[in-house]
């Protein structure tokens, strides 16, 4: 079989829906054991069984990435689960689009606390294993962490700020060979954009997705499984993937 990730434990957050989901399944089809994080534990189950069925081994724990005790216990469990960690892979996600002069203020604390303080105390969290492992962090950013559009002012500001984190991520812990890794998707097809209160941007995003043929969840975890399958010598920083339909 080919199994490039065979002996490695990865974490996969967000793992519930869209671009999580289709990682996790990707990393245990590959070899990895895989434990699944995200609120909706129903969800999780399902992919669970579905990674078993399938021949791969995988571990489901309930976890609000905006709470750092549900962050800190996460950690605890994928690592002690199979005695290691060697993949993070900090996906977990919101997107609530709003003209700053529209937005509520709320909206923007929980993208900060979920999209950016949630994947920066995950990791925290989790370095100790990495250094142990010389491991490896694959930080789901956004092409709007590379170009700020109208609307999307909070979430941009929570996606550059990925970007920058994990640059200087990536230069504090070289040294310990653990690699670090930035995923910039364009427009893929999920759940997204379910929760966005905005109707103007609500109907846009459902307008772009119908009129442009998006990125899959699989596109997205086909990069993560590259970047993560190379040779200890070989640190993918950045990799920026639209649809060929996105301007
Ligand atoms: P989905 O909405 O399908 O998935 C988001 C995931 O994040 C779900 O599993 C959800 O699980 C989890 N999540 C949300 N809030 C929390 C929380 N408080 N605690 C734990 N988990 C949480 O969207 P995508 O798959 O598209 O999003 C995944 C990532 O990809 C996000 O970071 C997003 O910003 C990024 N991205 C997506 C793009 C797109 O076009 N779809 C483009 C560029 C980047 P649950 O609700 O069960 O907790």
């Known amino acids: 079989a080919n199994s ?28 990895a054991k895989v434990a699944v994080a995200a609120r909706r534990i129903d969800r999780l189950a399902t992919l669970s069984s579905r990674i078993e069925k399938a021949g791969g081994t995988a571990f489901a724990i309930e976890a609000d990435i905006a709470k750092g005790g549900d962050v800190a216990a996460m950690v605890d469990k994928a690592a002690s689960e199979w005695g290691r960690l060697d993949i993070l892979v900090n996906n977990a996600g919101v997107m609530l689009l709003a003209p700053a002069a529209e937005a509520d203020p709320d909206d923007w604390r929980r993208m900060i606390e979920i999209n950016l303080v949630g994947l920066m105390a995950t990791t925290k969290a989790a370095l100790p294993h990495l250094k142990a492992s010389k491991g490896h962090v694959v930080n789901v950013s956004s092409v709007a962490g590379r170009v700020a559009n109208p609307g999307a002012s909070g979430y941009a500001a929570t996606k550059f700020g990925v ?15 653990v690699r670090v890794t ?66």
């Open 182 to 247: 930035v995923i910039e998707p364009g427009l893929v097809r999920t759940e997204l954009g379910d929760h966005i209160t905005n109707q103007e941007f609500k109907a846009g995003l459902e307008h772009r997705l119908a009129t442009m043929e998006a990125l899959t969840a699989e596109d997205i975890a086909n990069a993560i499984l590259y970047a993560v399958s190379q040779p200890p010598r070989v640190n993918i920083n950045e990799i920026l993937i639209r649809p060929t339909d996105q301007e």
């Open 4 to 31: 490039p990730l065979a002996g490695k434990v990865a974490l996969v957050t967000g793992a519930s829906s869209g671009i999580g989901e289709a990682t996790a399944a990707a990393l245990a089809a590959a070899g």
């Open 163 to 177: 970007v920058a984190f994990s640059e200087s991520l990536r230069r504090e812990v070289y040294a310990d060979k």
